[in-house]
Every structure is written in C-alpha cells, then in structure tokens.
C-alpha cells in the first residue's frame, strides 16, 4: 500500500526558515508536489519536482523562496521554506504521481493519484 507521511510542520515567526518533508512507502514516483490549503480556498499549487528530468516548477508566490529537492534513495522530497509570511500559513500536502507533467499539468491537483494527510504550517507576524 503506498502511503506518503508529511512531517515538519509548525509555528514560526515571519520571516523563519522551516523544512518539510514527505516520505513515500511502497513506490517511487515520477513526479511528486507539494499543494496547500487554507480554509475556505481552493488547493494552490507550490511546486513539484520530476526524478529524471529534474524538473522543478514553483508557484510565483514562492519563487526565490521555496526550494523543493528529492532524496531518491530515500524516496523523500522536501520542501525548504525560507523569508516566511503570514500568508504562506497553511496546511501543505505532498502529492505524488507515476506521470511526468509539463508545467501546465504538475501545477493541477488532477495529474496526482496520490496524497498525503497534510502538515500545518502557521507563520506568525
């Protein structure tokens, strides 16, 4: 059964640095992404990151700040999260999928089959 477990969510103060990262059991996958949420909105796209194209795309809204990156013998992507703001608050889920995604497509929650539970991240001005 594949399952992805997100971890390192938390508390910061605008401005902190804060790193998740979402381990996949069962598989590898392609393309894996990571989305958020706040209540009441829909899912924004954050970025994502393809194993052997080494595709990365970022949401405008992060760009120069976010950096996702794969350990592909761990079968682990991160998040590192830098220059936080109150509006980075959110819960961020990590997706994954067997495809590989032009840009237009890894940025929709569609092109993923499979989802982690999500981790909270509350940045505080």
């Known amino acids: 059964q594949v399952q992805l477990i997100e971890s390192g969510g938390g508390l910061v103060q605008a401005g902190d640095s804060l790193r998740l990262s979402c381990a996949s059991s069962?598989?590898?996958?392609?393309?894996m992404a990571w989305f958020r949420q706040t209540p009441g909105k829909e899912q924004e796209f954050v970025a994502s990151?393809?194993?052997?194209?080494?595709?990365?795309y970022y949401a405008d809204s992060v760009k120069g700040r976010f950096t996702i990156s794969r350990d592909n013998n761990k079968n682990i992507v991160y998040l590192q999260m830098s220059s936080l703001k109150p509006q980075d608050t959110a819960a961020y889920y990590c997706?994954?999928?067997?495809?590989?995604?032009?840009?237009?497509?890894?940025?929709?929650?569609?092109?993923?089959?499979?989802w982690g539970q999500g981790t909270q991240v509350t940045v505080s001005s």
């Open positions: 997706a994954a999928s067997f495809g590989l995604w032009s840009e237009t497509y890894a940025s929709r929650a569609s092109s993923y089959s499979y």
């Open positions: 990151s393809d194993w052997s194209l080494g595709r990365t």
């Open positions: 069962g598989r590898t996958f392609s393309t």
